[in-house]
């Protein structure tokens, strides 16, 4: 997977305490099966895991829910920069109770994973721990892109992805590199 690349003069703008929002929801499936919300993001899309939408039917068990709330936890296990589709699993993997950690979306965490991690924050802040807990669910996904030819021990789509140099800078104009740098001129 290829996530966004980060851009490191980003300034984090005045924000609330996000810290301070953090809410836990329960959620009861109902009669199909379903927890009746459905989940958009995910670190393959650039974006914290989030509720795109919430059905009228769904069985709230404590707390509420709304569009956009950005999902910190599920079950009690870390998901912030989970791709949208391990998301999703951890969901589906739950018994018959839901357990999501949420931040409202607009109370100072940005949606966009690129503009929360560029910035340098304490190393005692919630802000940094949620950095690092982000960056580990990232990087144990990432598969790293080279445009050198594969040595003869390296497997294609295993060690690294194999591009042509066009094919490199399609991705980068797309924004879907999320780290890059030049060795040896390439």
Same mark, same amino acid.
């Given at each position: 997977h290829y996530f966004i690349q980060s851009n490191l003069s980003y300034v984090m703008p005045d924000r609330d305490d996000w810290e301070l929002s953090v809410k836990t929801v329960k959620l009861s499936r109902s009669g199909d099966g379903s927890f009746g919300i459905s989940i958009e993001g995910g670190s393959d899309n650039?974006? !914290?895991?989030?509720? @795109?939408?919430?059905? &009228?039917?769904?069985?709230?068990?404590?707390? @509420?829910?709304? +569009?956009?709330?950005?999902?910190?936890?599920?079950?009690?296990?870390?998901?912030?920069g989970f791709i949208h589709w391990d998301l999703l699993c951890e969901i589906r993997r739950s018994g018959s109770l839901l357990t999501l950690l949420l931040v409202p979306q607009g109370r100072g965490l940005p949606l966009d994973l690129a503009q929360f991690l560029a910035p340098k924050f304490d190393e005692d802040s919630e802000? !940094?721990?949620?950095?690092?807990?982000?960056?580990?669910?990232?990087?144990?996904?990432?598969? +790293?892109?080279?445009?050198? +030819?594969?040595?003869?021990? &390296?497997? +294609?789509?295993? @060690?690294?992805? !194999?591009?042509? &140099? &066009?094919? !490199?800078?399609d991705m980068d104009a797309k924004g879907t590199c999320f780290h890059r740098y030049l060795r040896y001129g390439r």
């Open positions: 650039g974006k !914290f895991g989030h509720v @795109d939408s919430v059905r &009228e039917s769904v069985i709230v068990a404590q707390g @509420d829910i709304s +569009p956009g709330d950005i999902i910190l936890q599920v079950n009690g296990d870390a998901v912030g802000d !940094f721990k949620l950095q690092k807990v982000v960056r580990h669910n990232i990087f144990i996904k990432t598969l +790293p892109c080279t445009t050198r +030819p594969a040595r003869i021990d &390296e497997k +294609p789509g295993l @060690d690294y992805l !194999f591009l042509t &140099e &066009e094919d !490199f800078a």
